[in-house]
């Protein structure tokens, strides 16, 4: 049966034979259109304009130009012509008919998009909040649970009383908490009793408003148009696409490329409950999560760090962890040291959330980014629990691992050493020395007798071991 990974399969074999800048060009083209379309499905098989309309909105969020967005449907649109040719799939007039939808993307430009500096402001605005004054603070709270619930009226939750608030999500909870007391009828105290629905709007819109002009954040129209424009530039940075965000708001957002237009829209069946949530999620986030990344074929963990650290890319190097074991053959008289992955072709990288996205636009042609398995597509993120065992088992360490040998006493030589991680986990043997690494720390050196009663010599990092006794 033929779908998106025979379709995508095709297109890569077919570029083969190009020179090495048109492989590179085609490549990257290739790498965006498949960490957007599932391989399991068929979508490329019978290509439809909402299919495209939704991949080039994705692009054009992350920043690219009209002009950029069309070089890529033309390269993908001699590809499936290719494919065609060969009998891969079925004639379409798909690509022809949407040159149109192109053009109309060009006469939309004059609607502002979000940039990635926009969203970096409001997204330290919200890490920040705490810090305002009262009333600066809780009308903040109250434009950020409007983010959280993916676009919920700022009046509403103005109007919020204390007998709802179980009805709201725990991270919402957490925030109307702080504000709400016995005594008063709603949780915010903003006079609602004394107002009318309009004058209470109109003081929340001027007050909100004024913060976010205050703080740098831009607006894009009247305010429910910026909440909605800003949670689905944070909705597309998590991995969703413009028909997931559309089936939340049941809009395109003003801010959101080709806004304006009268256009097909895709039917989605993730949940909304699960995109809200992950999204919601991101927006509070000011923490650095472990990802997986998975090598493209013939691609290194050199050209990773190459592309990452050229300069002018627009996005910072994440910390990389791409664990190897050394394997050490002799061959007649030649000793060979050989650097093996653990796990082949999978890279760690640890970063914001919000920073994944636009990295892996740099370097989609190199890698792809695993994703969650809830259907809703948004990136994988490792428990650090996890991430810990693994360190734990491999004997090998990232920054963050700050946990030290179980006990609070350097061992000595002479004392009883349990194993805790590693290929000699379980095994019990005697510390012979402490050796110094410099900047890098120390190493323990131990005689260890395995099952069979072979004595061992070997080196293991502190945090795998624990002392059990004294000589």
Not at 57 to 76: C, P
Not at 231 to 242: D, L
Request: charged fraction near 20%; include cysteine.
């Amino acid at each position: 049966m033929v779908n998106n990974k025979t379709v995508l399969d095709f297109f890569r074999c077919r570029i083969d034979t190009l020179s090495i800048h048109s492989i590179r060009d085609y490549s990257k083209t290739i790498a965006l259109l498949s960490d957007f379309v599932p391989e399991a499905a068929n979508t490329l098989v019978s290509p439809s304009v909402a299919l495209l309309e939704n991949w080039c909105m994705y692009l054009m969020n992350s920043g690219m130009t009209v002009k950029t967005v069309a070089h890529h449907v033309d390269v993908v649109s001699g590809l499936y012509r290719a494919a065609v040719a060969a009998g891969v799939v079925m004639p379409s007039d798909v690509f022809t008919t949407f040159r149109t939808r192109i053009r109309e993307f060009e006469s939309a430009r004059h609607f502002k998009s979000i940039s990635e500096t926009d969203y970096n402001r409001l997204h330290s605005l919200i890490c920040n909040r705490t810090k305002l004054p009262l009333q600066e603070a809780m009308l903040t709270d109250i434009f950020v649970i409007s983010l959280l619930t993916g676009g919920m009226s700022p009046t509403d939750i103005a109007l919020l009383k204390k007998e709802t608030i179980n009805l709201q999500s725990s991270t919402v909870i957490s925030i109307l908490a702080y504000y709400q007391e016995n005594k008063r009828k709603y949780i915010f105290p903003l006079a609602q009793s004394e107002l009318t629905r309009k004058q209470l709007e109109r003081n929340i819109t001027t007050g909100i408003t004024s913060i976010l002009s205050a703080h740098g954040v831009k607006l894009f129209g009247s305010l429910p148009d910026t909440i909605s424009s800003y949670w689905a530039y944070a909705a597309m940075k998590c991995g969703y696409t413009a028909a997931e965000v559309y089936s939340v708001s049941g809009a395109y957002p003003k801010a959101f490329p080709a806004a304006a237009r009268k256009v097909p829209r895709q039917a989605c069946t993730s949940d909304k409950a699960s995109i809200i949530t992950a999204v919601a999620n991101s927006l509070l986030s000011n923490s650095l999560n472990w990802y997986a990344m998975k090598l493209r074929r013939k691609v290194t963990i050199d050209d990773i760090e190459k592309r990452l650290n050229s300069d002018g890319n627009g996005i910072q190097c994440p910390e990389l962890f791409y664990p190897c074991q050394e394997i050490t053959t002799r061959i007649r008289r030649k000793t060979i040291v050989k650097r093996t992955p653990v796990i082949p072709d999978i890279v760690f990288f640890k970063s914001h959330p919000a920073e994944v996205y636009p990295m892996f636009l740099k370097i989609g042609d190199l890698a792809w980014c695993y994703k969650d398995h809830s259907g809703a597509g948004s990136y994988a993120v490792i428990p650090r629990q996890v991430m810990e065992r693994f360190q734990m088992a491999i004997g090998q360490f990232t920054s963050d691992y700050e946990v030290g040998p179980i006990g609070s006493i350097t061992p000595r030589p002479g004392e009883t050493i349990r194993i805790l991680g590693g290929i000699f986990a379980g095994n019990e043997g005697e510390l012979l020395k402490v050796e110094s690494l410099n900047e890098k720390g120390v190493i323990y050196r131990l005689r260890i007798l395995d099952d069979r009663g072979v004595e061992w010599k070997i080196s293991v990092d502190p945090r795998q071991v624990k002392s059990i006794s004294q000589p």
